[in-house]
């Protein structure tokens, strides 16, 4: 079974219902959803899924401390191993959003592939943005298969 990994950091609980909706997409299609806080996901997890999705609250225009220390962890245990592995970015934020651009450039350095463009969600997941967060895990999913 295509397997997904979903890292997230949340503090107050906006992200966190969003890897839960990006989860539900995954799902919908058949594959496995595995959703993980970025403090208790390593190497392992990264190496083991056939995609991975990042999520994040927006602080001061960049991903939360707690993604970064997993982008640190992995860079150079995983270099080489994830080239060209698909992988879905989601932001949630108070009106900014741009942190979007420094998850972006991890995936670039990691040699991961963005397979759809980056989810942004102004404060706590509504109908409208869930739907687009079930887009991305779906699509996610759909390209694991391949
Ligand atoms: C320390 C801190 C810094 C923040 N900086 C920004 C920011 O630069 N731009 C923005 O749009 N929102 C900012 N926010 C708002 C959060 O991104 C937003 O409330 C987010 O949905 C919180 O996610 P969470 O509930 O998963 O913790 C900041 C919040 C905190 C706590």
Known sequence: MAKVLIVYHSQGGNTEAAAYAVAEGVRSEGAEAIVKKAAETGVDDLLSCDAVCFGTPDYFSYMAGMLKDFFDRTFYPTQGQVDDKPCGVFVTHGGGGSAWESVDRMC???????????????????????????????????????
């Open 108 to 146: 670039r350095s990691f040699r991961l592939r963005r397979i759809a463009d980056p989810v942004l969600v102004r404060g706590k997941p509504d109908e409208e943005a869930e739907k687009r967060l079930r887009e991305l895990g779906s699509a996610l999913a759909k390209v694991s298969w391949e």
